[in-house]
């Protein structure tokens, strides 16, 4: 490019990630991520993209690169052990008949 | 019919015709800025933005159907929202001239979009009160709508001020070319003092002070500048428009100039 003197492009907008909170007493689930400059415009963009169907009461934002992820290739050391571990489910009482609501 | 009843029907014949005046007013000033914000879909600078855009677009249509429904229901001559969206000439358009300016860049875009918001929300704000309680119902819709758009539109005035040199050379620009319109948002006449009287409309040197107010604040916020006012020979209010308007219209109309009736 001749236009030496011109700042360069800005750089793209950072990643957030957005939680959304469907009714009062829900929690948030995460539902998507999207591009935006700061905290704010993410929060309107969140609503512009994904509460126009009425999705949502409550909107959380947070940069992705504020997530911290488990690592892949240790899913195996984290994941693993718990699979022959089946009796950490509750299923193996014998649910007295008395007992309606369980 | 006595002379005597009729003298005394006049009044009213009056104020009828200056009530649907000014729902048209406000229901084509609705009307023409969302038609005109309905021209980024597809191309705003990002996805979330185009999106943003088609979301404030749809609000203001939303609040033209409203309005111009009411509009034909006082008019008595059965015409319906599509009527008068569809089938009316520029010179019937009654929106502020402001409304009608092209969206030029993204930044120019928001200087319309934030002068405008600011004009809403002193409006429908009061209008809330109005003895005309059709009036006052969709105007207390409108408003929330109207408080996101201002959220948009000046946070979005803010970033690009104070942005790079080029956002805000860009912006200041935008500003000074769109101040002569401003003008007519406050410029009250026949129509608007009649309102005020019977306690349907708000006064509109009132909104003023205040969108003033609120409009230094932005800028400042900003780092623009308040250009001096200016004289206007447009007068959107009465039907006397830019040149813009006509293209707005003739591709918003056309579907329906050409195929009278069409639905879908």
Sequence with gaps: MTDAGKPPASPEWP????????????????????????????????????????????????????????????????????????????SFYVIPDEVKNL | MSRAVAAAARPDRALHEALLRYVLRLGDTSLVLGQRLGEWVGHAPTLEEDLGLAN???????????????????????????????????PEFFNLALAEQPNGDF????????????????IYTSLQESTDSRLAAIAAKALKETRYHYRFSSGWLVRLGDGTAESHE???????????????????????????????????????????ARVDEDLRAASLKRPAAQPYPWHGKRGVHTEHLGYVLAEMQHLQRTYPGARW
Aim: aromatic residues 8%.
């Design chain 2, 107 to 122: 930044g120019c875009t928001i200087v319309r979009q934030w002068l405008m918001d600011s004009w809403q929300l002193e």
């Design chain 1, 15 to 90: 990643l957030f990630e957005v939680f959304i909170r469907s009714r009062a007493g829900l929690e948030h689930k995460h539902v998507g991520s999207l591009h935006a400059a700061d905290a704010r415009m993410a929060i309107e963009h969140a609503r512009d993209v994904y509460t126009r169907r009425q999705e949502g009461v409550s909107i959380w934002v947070v940069r992705s690169v504020q997530i911290i992820a488990s690592d892949p290739e240790e899913a195996d050391a984290l994941f693993e052990p718990a699979r022959d571990k089946v009796y950490r489910h509750p």
């Design chain 2, 56 to 90: 404030l677009a749809l609000d203001l249509i939303g609040q033209a159907r409203l309005l111009l429904t009411y509009a034909g229901e006082i008019e008595g001559r059965e015409r319906d929202e599509d009527a008068l969206a569809y089938l009316r000439d520029a």
């Design chain 2, 170 to 212: 860009r912006v200041q620009r935008a500003v000074d070319e769109l101040w002569r319109f401003t003008g007519e948002l406050f410029a009250a006449d026949e129509v608007d003092e009649r309102m005020v009287a019977v306690g349907i409309a708000p006064p509109l040197s009132t909104a003023e002070a205040h969108w003033s």
